[in-house]
Every structure is written in C-alpha cells, then in structure tokens.
Nanobody, 124 residues
Framework: QVQLVESGGGLVQPGGSLRLSCAAS????????MGWFRQAPGQEREFVAS????????TYADSVKDRFTISRDTAKNTLYLQMNKMKPEDTAVYYC?????????????????WGQGTQVTVSS
C-alpha cells in the first residue's frame, strides 16, 4: 500500500519559515517526479512546486518563486518544501503528491498518489 505522509505544518508569523516533509512508504518514488500542492478554504487546489527525478530540476508557481524550495532525499524516500518569507496568502492545506512520470507537471491529474495534507497558517 502506497502511503505519503506530510508533516511540519503549523502556525507561523508573516515573514517566518516552515519546512514541510513528506515521507513515502510502500513504494520507492526515486524514479518518479514529485510535487507540492495547496488548497486554501473555498479555493481550488493549486500547484506549488515540482521536482523531477533525474536532474532534480524544479518548477515553481510564480507566487512562491524565490521564497520556497522543493528538494528530495531519495535515500530516505522523502520530499521537502522549505518555505521562507511566508505571507498570509500562503495559508492553506499543503499536499505532497507523486507522479507516474519522471517529469513533474503543474497538473494535479498527473499525480495519482497523494498525502492527507498538513495545515499551514500564516498569521500574526
């Protein structure tokens, strides 16, 4: 059984930082692209970042570029999202996802495996 489990969410002040982790079990995702998505209340789920398996090349949503960094540790089968200079509009439930393809995309339908999500709240 494939399982993705996110952790590291919480409450942070504007301008602060958080690091999310996503531990994969039941399957090795070292040859799969992985991504982070988020969903704020009343809004659709949106793409945050993705990372390919081969060159570890990354893609970011414009709203998080230069603030967030996606990375992966294939030995630990773990995906990370370092979030810096956080803003109230970053408040959402954050989900990690694994693709079938080796190349990451911005489209949630390309990711058949999902975690349960972790809440991130940016507020003073």
């Amino acid at each position: 059984q494939v399982q993705l489990v996110e952790s590291g969410g919480g409450l942070v002040q504007p301008g602060g930082s958080l690091r999310l982790s996503c531990a994969a079990s039941g399957r090795t995702f070292s040859r799969h692209a992985m991504g982070w998505f988020r969903q704020a209340p009343g809004q659709e789920r949106e793409f945050v970042a993705s990372i390919n398996w081969r060159e570890y090349s990354t893609t970011y949503a414009d709203s998080v570029k230069d603030r967030f960094t996606i990375s992966r540790d294939t030995a630990k089968n773990t995906l990370y999202l370092q979030m810096n200079k956080m803003k109230p509009e970053d408040t959402a439930v954050y989900y990690c996802a694994a693709a079938i393809s080796v190349y990451g995309t911005r489209w949630s339908q390309d990711y058949p495996y999902w975690g349960q999500g972790t809440q991130v709240t940016v507020s003073s």
